[in-house]
């Protein structure tokens, strides 16, 4: 499904793009701060990237883990090579290094290809297979010395762009911003923090490999990769405890820590979905679910500082920290008429595909009007209602009223 959030991507890259400002500087100055040819600390910090294999392998996000898992091998031999730890000549490491960058960005574009969503699908096999043959093929032609074979495809020069000699580093280039384009694309059409660090993360990427021969270029990309990635895991921790999947809005825990920090004003309106049953029942419970997010939609433009959350069901909650009584039925009445004047518009699966000629005139062929409406009840903290739970149970109260009354109605 696809769930477009401008505010929230560009949010979540901006973060990303602090994690890789914060990482600029240790490119230039990783010679002060680390003491000099310590090739272990190399290894040391591409370890690191093992904890975000674990958190993807705890949060079942299979994508995730078979690109950081790609990512450590071949950030391991890029350092192998470095610091001249395989049996092999020189001019044969240098052509290996040459492929291992490369391979990185064909390795996120295969990824993204085969949309690998499970550890055990088709399409995990075909991307581990992959692996196993890139392996194969780099230690067939190290062992042979015959990387001259390819040359053809590493001096391949667009447009006559680079020089000769630098004809690789513009296959290269193009590799990345070929996965950079692909990554936020998905970015923009599927909102998610983990999106957010795969952009942040090739990027990284991209400018480790750049400063490759630079002193432990390779381990502060490995520590940006991991801190990237885990920031993404504790976003999504955090989104998962304190946010509703469906409705976007701050869930019943966030509900819970928010009424802990009310002072000693505040007003508290309970709201039900009115015979939202019988849409589930006649319906089904995917127009249900249309339907939660529309209203959704109206309480999170809420005005007066009212602060909205899903309580469960079709029921939701609305705070007003310091405001009174009359101050929130004002703001209250105009969601109830806002929700009342905005009928759900039901889709005929026999619908025509041509688009109309003014769009603002509804067809009612092509489409069905179901009225949603909603009771609520309200309350304010009182000498009555004291605790924020006794403000709840009165708003309760004021809502099965409403209810009672006829519904599509306020009642306090």
Request: proline letters at 3%; glycine letters at 4%; a positive charge.
């Amino acid at each position: 499904m696809i769930n477009i959030d401008l505010k929230r991507s560009s949010k979540d890259f901006l973060i990303q793009l602090a994690l890789i400002a914060l990482m600029l500087p240790l490119y230039g100055y990783a010679e002060y701060i680390f003491p000099p040819d310590a090739y272990q600390l190399d290894f040391i910090f591409c370890g690191l990237l093992i904890i975000p294999v674990y958190l993807s392998l705890r949060f079942k996000n299979a994508s995730i883990c078979y690109f950081i898992f790609s990512c450590l091998l071949l950030i391991a031999l890029l350092i192998a090579i470095k610091h001249q730890l395989l049996p092999i000549e020189e001019s044969t490491t240098f052509k290996l290094a040459q492929w291992l960058i490369l391979l990185y960005p064909v390795n996120f574009l295969l990824l993204k290809i085969l949309k690998t969503t499970g550890f055990f699908t088709l399409s995990s096999g075909i991307f581990l297979a992959s692996l196993v043959a890139e392996s194969i093929l780099l230690y067939w032609l190290t062992s042979q010395n015959t990387f001259t074979l390819l040359d053809p495809l590493l001096n391949i020069n667009f447009m006559h762009l680079a020089a000769p000699n630098e004809s690789f580093l513009q296959l290269a280039l193009f590799m990345f911003l070929a996965g950079l384009t692909v990554q936020i694309v998905q970015l923009v059409m599927h909102t998610s923090s983990m999106q957010a660090s795969l952009l942040g993360a090739l990027l990284l990427s991209a400018l480790g490999l750049y400063y490759y021969n630079s002193p432990y270029a390779l381990a502060i990309t490995s520590l940006g990769l991991c801190l990237s990635l885990s920031v993404a895991f504790i976003q999504d921790s955090y989104e998962m405890a304190f946010t509703d999947n469906l409705t976007q809005l701050p869930g019943r825990r966030s509900l819970e820590l928010e009424l802990q920090q009310l002072g000693s004003r505040y007003t508290i309106a309970m709201l039900d979905i009115d015979f939202f049953k019988k849409i589930n029942d006649n319906y089904g419970h995917s127009v249900g679910d249309q339907v939660l997010k529309m209203v959704a939609k109206k309480i999170r433009a809420i005005e007066g500082g009212g602060k909205p959350a899903r309580y469960g069901g079709e029921e939701f909650a609305i705070i007003f920290p310091g405001k009174s009584l009359h101050d929130a039925i004002l703001h209250l009445e105009a969601l109830r008429l806002s929700i009342e004047n905005s009928p759900f518009k039901l889709r005929s699966k026999n619908r025509t595909k041509k688009i109309p000629k003014n769009k603002n005139v509804l067809n009612t062929k092509n489409h069905r009007l179901i009225n949603v409406t909603v009771s609520i009840g309200v309350a304010e903290r009182n000498h009555l209602n004291r605790s924020s739970e006794a403000v709840i149970n009165a708003a309760d109260t004021a809502l099965y009223k409403a209810k009672k009354l006829g519904r599509n109605q306020l009642s306090h």
